[in-house]
């Protein structure tokens, strides 16, 4: 199975916190789920901790290679700027990834994050969708404290989201 391509800064064991989820499905194809992360104007419409995106110098609505994008979640208004962008093509898997943060540079408010999403083709029909994200700073630190760990349940709930607005358009 491939893994999440890490930038120097951000490589999982060298930052202040960091959340792995992954759910492994039958019945989906890349192409199917794509497009329900690839536009995040869809993503408040399955994941309720996601809301007022928007796009930065007339871009969107979909991600891309450099765009910067805006949203809030957990509590944090995110800037974002899209690092990785791989839309689905046979035998490779998807990927998208952007670099976000908050907060002012300098100060003990100042959030930067590395989240990054894989969608993947196995054997057997089945469809691997991972999503994990490392973070820097002192509300990271506060984070990977908390109990139960609000990243971990946030991004389980994003990942099922996902995987059932996907299902949910391959019925309509």
Not at 73 to 94: D, I, L, N, S, Y
Not at 149 to 172: K, S
Request: aromatic fraction near 12%; charged fraction near 20%.
């Amino acid at each position: 199975m491939s893994d999440i391509l890490w930038p120097a800064g951000f490589v999982p064991g060298f930052t202040d916190n960091f959340c792995s989820n992954e759910v492994i499905v039958t019945g989906l194809t890349v192409e199917e789920v794509w497009p329900f992360l690839n536009i995040p104007t869809r993503w408040p419409t399955y994941y309720a901790n996601s809301a007022d995106i928007r796009f930065h110098d007339n871009k969107g609505p979909e991600l891309e290679a450099g765009v910067r994008f805006y949203f809030s979640t957990f509590g944090f208004p995110v800037e974002a700027r899209v690092v990785e962008h791989v839309p689905p093509v046979k035998g490779q898997p998807a990927r998208v990834a952007w670099h976000g943060w908050a907060g002012e540079p300098g100060t003990d408010s100042r959030l930067d994050v590395h989240h990054a999403w894989l969608i993947e083709e196995l054997s057997g029909g089945r469809l691997r969708i991972l999503t994990q994200e490392t973070q820097c700073g002192v509300p990271a630190q506060a984070l990977a404290k908390a109990q139960p760990n609000p990243m971990i349940n946030g991004h389980q709930d994003w990942l099922n989201g996902l995987v059932d607005a996907a299902r949910q358009a391959t019925l309509a």
